[in-house]
């Protein structure tokens, strides 16, 4: 007996080849002309409903949808962010997944079939949506995400938090907090709560780009951090 053959609709492949086009040809072309530094490789692809800011980078097999990300964000290679809001300057690593979906887990099954109208396997047994599947996630400003983390639907993660590599994250991550785990627990804070609070305040990736370069070498240049040190940034900025 003959094995299973493998057929892929060409009503599919049709569906999913213009996008990629219009992504190379028309989206990224626009990008570029209009956002100063905006880059993203071929292999890249992002749908219509993204947003992008200045200096933001796609590396190679970075697929994005409904996405708004902040000025100089990247994404490393390979990966996957749906429904997700993402701030300035967050740099996030090779492999990481953000926004999967969700599944119920006291209903007698899991699968999509029973609540789900998207017919992700081809068949189903309601008219109605009966869950809400994809939940928007937040990620801040100046976050950090390792590789190969997985961050679930609906989370909020703080400005300048980090998240180790191979984290899987279910709970909101407070700001300038570390986390890592499976799942995901503070593991501690970069710096002191006072100093924490005085950047939440200060918020300086707001300010535009060219003005964090003129004194980007007093954000490196020490590694002990008071209120007093913040507050002087904040006062260089506004001399700017």
């Known amino acids: 007996m003959h094995g299973p053959t ?7 492949v049709m569906f999913r ?12 072309f626009n990008l570029k002309r209009n956002l100063h530094g905006f880059w993203a490789d071929l292999r890249s692809f992002s749908d219509p409903l993204c947003s992008f ?9 970075v697929s994005l949808y409904n996405v708004r990300v902040g000025k100089c964000t990247y994404f490393a290679e390979k990966t996957i962010v749906s429904n997700c809001t993402i701030g300035a300057f967050c740099s996030i690593g090779p492999q990481v997944l ?14 999509p079939s029973f ?11 309601t008219s109605k949506n009966k869950l809400e599947e994809h939940k928007e996630t937040f990620v801040g400003n100046d ?15 703080g400005d300048g938090a980090v998240i180790a590599a191979g ?28 100093v924490i609070d005085q950047l939440l305040l200060f918020k300086w990736w707001d300010y535009p780009v060219e003005q964090i370069k003129r004194i980007s070498h007093s ?11 913040i507050e002087e940034l904040e006062r260089t900025f506004d001399r700017l």
């Open 98 to 111: 953000i926004g999967l979906g969700v599944h119920p887990l006291k209903w007698i099954s899991t699968h």
């Open 143 to 157: 976050v950090w995400i390792g590789a190969k983390s997985i961050i679930l639907d609906g989370v909020i993660v």
């Open 167 to 194: 984290s899987v994250v279910s709970k909101d991550v407070p700001p300038y907090s570390i986390v890592g785990g499976v799942p995901a627990k503070i593991i501690k804070h970069r710096f002191k709560k006072d």
């Open 53 to 61: 800011s200045e200096y933001c980078k796609l590396y190679k097999f």
């Open 219 to 229: 954000f490196i240049e020490k590694e002990d951090w008071c209120v007093e040190d």
């Open 115 to 125: 609540y789900s109208t998207a017919n992700q396997s081809g068949i189903q047994f």
């Open 17 to 28: 080849f213009p996008k990629r086009i219009k992504w190379l040809t028309f989206y990224v």
């Open 6 to 12: 493998l057929c892929v609709s060409w009503d599919i």
